[in-house]
């Protein structure tokens, strides 16, 4: 199993213009929010945008959460309209030569209060260190261990219900699986995500996502992934 899921130079490519069409999508989600527009009008835009790009498809069901929808990490778009001091996070991925993506932002639909700010921050400097950790012949359980310490460290370790990554190729979940109990080592040309999150339920959520390949250490995404506010 030490070399399997691993992807050639070419498979890679591939898998970088799979992001690449996802964060053109990712701007047109961007745009599209406007106060009162709902979460399920936003999925009906990736849905199209990623169509129009050539995507052969999604690669797993479009995630748009606002407000209290966003505490939940696999929440289904409603009818929920988007309010000012709502974040809005949005996972998606599209598959293109059989190759999947995925990615994760977290965006502030107008000013966002202390509490979600420090969560928010909390979060992204738990993505950084998760990433940083990514190298050949390194544990999978080190990387959880990177991003979950952060968030530990500053009071959130409940709030983090999930894994930090898992792997992602012709399957939009794969081996390795970055968690607390994976015995999984990384291995150079294998992608992974790096997506820690935190959920405080009924209020709002925050997770942010990328993918990385062993030996690169550097997102797909040319999306930051500071603080974006809108409004
Ligand atoms: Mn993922």
Known sequence: MQNSYVKSASEIAVMKRAAAI?????????????????EKEI??????????????????DTIVAFGAGGAEPHHVPADTRLERGMFVT?????????LCSDFTRTVAFWEPDAEMKAAYDSVYRARKAGVASVGDGVPCKD???????????????EYFVHGTGHGVGSLIHEPPTLNATSE????????????????????????????????????????????????
């Open 22 to 38: 996802t964060d053109d999508v990712f701007d047109c989600v961007l745009a599209a929010l406007d106060e009162g527009v709902s």
């Open 43 to 60: 999925a009906a835009l990736i849905e199209k945008e990623f169509s129009a790009r050539g995507a052969e498809g999604t690669s797993f």
């Open 90 to 98: 949005v996972d998606m991925g599209c598959v293109v030569e059989g």
């Open 143 to 157: 990387v959880d261990a990177a991003a979950r310490g952060i968030l530990s460290e500053d009071g959130y370790a």
């Open 184 to 231: 999984d080592v990384l291995r150079c040309g294998q992608v992974v995500t790096v997506e820690p999150g935190v959920y405080f339920p009924g209020k709002f959520g925050v997770r942010i996502e990328d993918m990385v390949a062993v030996g690169e250490n550097r997102p797909f995404s040319r999306h930051s992934t500071e603080l974006i506010v809108i409004g």
